[in-house]
């Protein structure tokens, strides 16, 4: 129903990582806890559909944002069972989030989802990251690519800037962050009221930031990401230059806001 690069591996059925994600999803009923997955989308639908449907086992409903998509990402999504909010135009992830955020407090939701439409977020983590949430009373759970694994999926360069800065954020709380850029996230929604007006750039690591100083628990729980393959990444060699600058510029603001 509608409310106005990569392409994926297909997300298998496989045995879940815990073996227990089902029985989890009825712990998550049976507390009368009510998840919804929010998943911004532009130009997917070779697998945007996929994920809709791998991500509905464990969630009440799912949003797809399509960000003025030229393709048939909407329709792909509408067709698996989402309901789809669609941007006229290309506006970007920061502006994506922030219509998904709303539509999603505006509901009488629990627990906010996140990831991407992309197949790179397996939706089988889920449950495990809302269990780790609950378990260790966290406000915001973030997927770690690095948390107690090796990745060497990315260049040195992205590497090292994303341990420089989760370094960084760790500074701001008690809580270790190990990946600061991710966007496979789950929030408990009253702590997303909190951090809910994302910054256009880099919002990942601004609201990480903001989450850590309004004294939000934090944590992470390790999810393995596959390497993408083909498309076009958003990383050249303007934005490598870039990068540092921008992301200083987004500590600078956070510590005068």
Known sequence: MSSQGFRP??????????????????ELASRHLRVIAVIPA????????????????FVDEILVIDDGSEDMTAKEAESAGATTIKHAS??????????????CLSKSFDIVVQLDADGQHDPQFV????????????????????????????VLL?????????????????????????????????????????????????????????GLNYGEYPVPMPKRNSGKSQFNGRTFFLYPIRMMGVVLKVALS
């Open 42 to 57: 532009y130009n997917e639908e070779n697998s945007v559909g996929s994920v809709v449907k791998d991500a509905s086992r």
């Open 9 to 26: 591996r297909r997300l298998r059925a496989k045995a879940d990582p815990i073996g227990e994600n089902d029985k989890m999803s009825s």
């Open 90 to 103: 290309n506006s970007g992830i920061g502006s994506s989030l922030r219509t998904g955020y709303g539509y």
């Open 127 to 154: 449950p495990l990251m809302i269990k780790h949430m609950i378990t260790n009373n966290l406000d915001v759970v973030t997927g770690s690519r690095f948390l107690g694994q090796r990745n060497d999926d990315h």
């Open 158 to 214: 992205r590497r090292a800037g994303i341990k420089l800065f989760s370094a960084l954020a760790s500074s701001y709380g008690p809580a270790r962050v190990t990946d600061v850029t991710s966007g496979f996230r789950a929030y408990r929604s009253t702590a997303l009221r909190k951090i809910a007006d994302v910054a256009d750039r880099h919002w990942a690591f601004d609201q990480t930031l903001r989450a850590l100083k309004l």
